[in-house]
C-alpha cells in the first residue's frame, strides 16, 4: 500500500515514525458506535497518546522487489492455468478431452483435437498465442528468480537441503527479512525446513511462509507451478 512508501520517506526525512499492527487499530476503531472519519482520527490519536499498540516491522525495499518477483510469476502461472482451462472447456462442449498432457505437449494436443472441429481454429489459435506469451513471460521470471538465488550466500545455503530449490528458499529470504544471517539460521521456520516442512513449491505446489518476527507479520507466498 501507498502507507509503506510513506514511512520510508519519513524515515528517510529523519521524522519519528511508527508502523502500526492494523488488525490491532481496526479492533479498537470497531468499538465507536459512530464509525466516522473524525471518530477514526481520534480513536488512532488515542492509541497514539496511550502507547496502547504493536509496532510492526516495515520489510525492506530489497525484500519487497523479491516478493513482487515471486508474486509476478505466480500470477503468470495461474493466468497460463485459466488460459489452458478454457480451451479446456471449449473443445469439451464438442465432446473432446485433451486428458492429461505436460506442459510442454499441451499445445500439441490441441492442435490434434482441432482437426476435428475447424470452427474452433482461431479462437483456440489466439489462445494458444496468449499462451505462449505467458510461458515465455514466466520462464523469464524463473531465470531471474534462479539468478538471484544464485546470488544469495543464504539461498545457496539452504538449497543444500534436499526438497529446497531456488523458489522457496527465496520466499524463505523474504519471509525473514529484517534479521541477520546467525538469527535467521536459528529460527523456528529454519528448523522447520530441515525437517522438510516447508513443502516442495520447486516441484509445482504453493508454498507459504507465515511467521511472526518483532511483534510484526512477515509472509511470504509464492506460487512454484512449473507446470
Known amino acids: 500500500s501507498c502507507g509503506v512508501h510513506l514511512y520510508r520517506g519519513l524515515k528517510a526525512a529523519s521524522v519519528p515514525i511508527v508502523c502500526i499492527c492494523a488488525r ?11 464509525k466516522t472519519d473524525a471518530n477514526d482520527a481520534e480513536g488512532l490519536a488515542h492509541l497514539a497518546r496511550t502507547g496502547w499498540y504493536r509496532e510492526v516491522y516495515v520489510k525492506s525495499t530489497d525484500a519487497h522487489e523479491l516478493r513482487a518477483l515471486l508474486r509476478a510469476r505466480q500470477q503468470l502461472g495461474k493466468a497460463r492455468r485459466d488460459f489452458e482451462n478454457q480451451m479446456r472447456a471449449m473443445l469439451r462442449v464438442f465432446g473432446l478431452k485433451v486428458g492429461q498432457v505436460s506442459r510442454g505437449r499441451f499445445e500439441e494436443r490441441v492442435r490434434e483435437l482441432l482437426i476435428k472441429v475447424p ?15 505467458l510461458l515465455r513471460a514466466h520462464d523469464g521470471l524463473d531465470d531471474e528468480a534462479k539468478r538471484m538465488a544464485r546470488a544469495d550466500e ?16 527465496l ?5 525473514l527479512d529484517g534479521i541477520d544471517q546467525g538469527a535467521m539460521f536459528d529460527h523456528q521456520l529454519f528448523r522447520r525446513a530441515l525437517a522438510g516442512d516447508v513443502g516442495d513449491a520447486d516441484e509445482g505446489q504453493p508454498v507459504e511462509l507465515v511467521d511472526n518476527l518483532g511483534g510484526g507479520l512477515a509472509e511470504a507466498r509464492i506460487a512454484g507451478s512449473n507446470g
Open 154 to 169: 543464504r539461498c545457496q545455503l539452504l538449497q543444500t537441503m534436499p526438497g529446497i530449490g531456488p523458489l522457496s528458499s
Open 119 to 133: 470452427a474452433l481454429h482461431i479462437p483456440l489459435d489466439q489462445l494458444l498465442m496468449a499462451r505462449r506469451s
Open 171 to 175: 520466499a524463505f529470504v523474504a519471509a
Open 24 to 34: 490491532q487499530a481496526k479492533g479498537v476503531l470497531k468499538s465507536k458506535v459512530n
